[in-house]
Structures are given as structure tokens and as C-alpha cells.
């Protein structure tokens, strides 16, 4: 059974630090590009990182570029990909959702196979 599973969202002042995790399993997801998309209340969804199957190689929103970060590491049965996010702004507030693709630097929700249920993430004071 395929999962992704988000956690550490919450709510955390302006100018504040969260680190998101997901862990992914039932699948050989060492082998997938992994990414974090976020959906603000009455926007459509939108990309923030990727990171490619091994790591090496990451890509990110405009928006989140310099103060967030994403990583991964790969186990045998399970993968987790990490999202830290400093800096945060009211605007970063949002569900934030894992997903993978086979798809190297995609970053299209469409490019999606397996989505998480997203963890909410607040910034406010």
C-alpha cells in the first residue's frame, strides 16, 4: 500500500522555522523524484522544491528560494523528504503536501503520481 505521510507543520510566528517531513512507502521511492507543493485558502495548488531520486539535484519555487530547503534520505523500505523552511512569512502560510513523480525536475501537479494527506502550516502572530 502506497503512503506518503507529512508531519511537522503548526503554527509558528513571522520570521520563524518549521521542518516538514514525509515518509513514503510502498513503493521503491529511493528511485523517485520527490516534492513539496503547498495550497494557500482560495488558491490553487503550487509547486515550492523538488529533489531528485538521490538527492543531488534540487529545484525550487522563486518565492521560497534561499529560505527553504529540501532533502531526503533513502532506506530501504521507506524514504523520508524533508522540508526546512526558514525565514517564514504570513504568505508561506498554507497545506503542504508531498508527492512523488519519476519525473526529474517536474514541477507540475500533474507530473504527480502519489500525493500525502498535507500537514497545515500557519504563520502568523
Known amino acids: 500500500q502506497v503512503q506518503l505521510v507529512e508531519s511537522g507543520g503548526g503554527l509558528v510566528q513571522p520570521g520563524g522555522s518549521l521542518r516538514l517531513s514525509c515518509a513514503a512507502s510502498?513503493?521503491?521511492?529511493?528511485?523517485?523524484?520527490m516534492g513539496w507543493f503547498r495550497q494557500a485558502p482560495g488558491k490553487e495548488r503550487e509547486f515550492v522544491a523538488q529533489t531528485s531520486w538521490n538527492g543531488d539535484n534540487s529545484y525550487y519555487a522563486n518565492s521560497v528560494k534561499g529560505r527553504f530547503t529540501i532533502s531526503r534520505d533513502n532506506f530501504k523500505s521507506t524514504v523520508t523528504v524533508y522540508l526546512d523552511m526558514h525565514a517564514l512569512h504570513p504568505e508561506d502560510t498554507a497545506v503542504y503536501y508531498c508527492?512523488?513523480?519519476?519525473?526529474?525536475?517536474?514541477?507540475?501537479?500533474?507530473?504527480?503520481?502519489?500525493w500525502g494527506q498535507g500537514t497545515q502550516v500557519t504563520v502568523s502572530s
Open positions: 508527492a512523488a513523480t519519476t519525473m526529474h525536475g517536474a514541477t507540475m501537479e500533474h507530473e504527480y503520481f502519489y
Open positions: 510502498g513503493r521503491t521511492f529511493s528511485s523517485y523524484a
